[in-house]
């Protein structure tokens, strides 16, 4: 994927991960698509290791993949690092 395709990814999945999670969350639109690429990379390794990986490009099962991966490093920052 190229570096525009990331952005795009991340801001999807990061918004999709705000959008879920409860509560008041900071962060403008940059701490979004930051939280969003690095949810595609957990959500790509912990995909990986589960078998189900090896989607390429911006499509349905690379942002849910995405968007999970920003949920999980979501919850983890706002339960014990906030």
Known sequence: MGILSWIILGLIAGAL???LM???DGGGWIATMLLGIAGAFVGGFLGGMLGFGGAT???IGSILTATLGAFILLFVYN????
């Open 22 to 24: 409860p509560g008041r």
């Open 17 to 19: 991960a705000k959008w």
């Open 57 to 59: 490009g911006v499509n």
């Open 79 to 82: 339960r014990f690092l906030k």
